[in-house]
């Protein structure tokens, strides 16, 4: 999953693609890469960034998604939490909703997947990003995770929709220490139980620049292809990434290594 932030302020490529024409050549060159799906976002999660309006992030993601399916067959995701914005976008052309909440944002997202057939990606998120950051803490890591996403699913269900259309994903970076996120991909296989398709984003976030000494995040691709290709290896099936044709690399070889076959 190529990743495409239509934002002025996104952690590591905010601005660089904050106009339609460069965000959707982006995306047709992570498309050439290797990408199965775009995801795109109108607004940034980062730790302490500030909520945008669903006009305004409407506005951003669009006319990219309308300009994207005319191009290609590779599926497009929408990066929302919110339900009116969900709505636009596959009305656009998306096909998977990207709630980095887990529905607790905006509970009508899953109405809103129900209704159009759309793949919903459900991920954990303590608390908001506006104070996710602020010292998280966990007295069960992975058990409290996996009962949020458990809830998560369960809601889904109850709006509509089917198990098949579910993924999950344990939030990497979002209310979570340094530490915990090295946890969680050291044990990425206990959320495989929960029985949907496992989505991971380490894509240059800060721990890979902690455990590497690196500032700056466009710095950290090495090391996110070290991160996702343990996914791989642990059962993760979508690998989030800024870093296409890397990740793609990465993940094909720790495909092989986890299936013991060059395919
Ligand atoms: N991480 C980010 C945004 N969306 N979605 C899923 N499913 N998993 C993730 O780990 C995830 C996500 C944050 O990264 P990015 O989009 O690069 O930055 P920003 O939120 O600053 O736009």
Redesign the pocket.
């Known amino acids: 999953m190529g990743?495409l932030?239509v934002?002025p302020d996104?952690?590591?490529d905010g601005r660089k693609f904050f106009d339609t024409r460069r965000a959707v050549a982006h995306a047709m060159e992570m498309v050439r890469d290797g990408a199965d799906i775009i995801d795109v976002?109108g607004e940034?999660?980062?730790p302490g960034?500030l909520p945008v309006d669903a006009d305004t992030e409407t506005d951003r993601v669009v006319p990219v998604i309308e300009k994207i399916v005319r191009l290609t067959r590779v599926p497009v995701s929408v990066?929302t939490r919110k339900s009116a914005v969900a709505r636009r976008a596959v009305r656009a052309g998306a096909r998977i909703i990207?709630d980095?909440s887990g529905l607790h944002h905006d509970a009508r997202i899953a109405d809103v997947a129900a209704r159009s057939g759309a793949g919903l990606?459900l991920?954990h998120m303590k608390g908001t990003p506006a104070d996710m950051q602020r010292a998280p803490r966990y007295r069960d890591l992975v058990g409290e995770i996996r009962k949020s996403l458990a809830g998560s699913i369960a809601r889904a269900r109850r709006a509509g929709v089917p198990k098949r259309k579910i993924l999950i994903?344990p939030?990497?970076?979002f209310g979570k220490s340094f530490d915990d996120n090295l946890t969680i991909l050291h044990r990425l296989d206990d959320f495989l139980s929960l029985g949907c398709p496992l989505?991971i984003?380490v894509?240059r976030k800060a721990f890979i620049g902690r455990v590497l000494g690196l500032e700056v995040p466009a710095e950290r691709v090495d090391g996110s292809v070290a991160a996702q290709a343990i996914a791989v290896m642990s059962g993760a099936r979508i690998i989030?990434s800024?870093d296409v044709r890397q990740a793609v690399a990465s993940a094909r070889v720790a495909d092989a290594v986890r299936n013991e076959s060059v395919g």
């Open positions: 990743i932030n934002t996104s952690f590591s976002g940034s999660t980062r960034a990066d990207n980095v990606i991920m994903d939030g990497i970076g989505c984003g894509s989030r800024h």
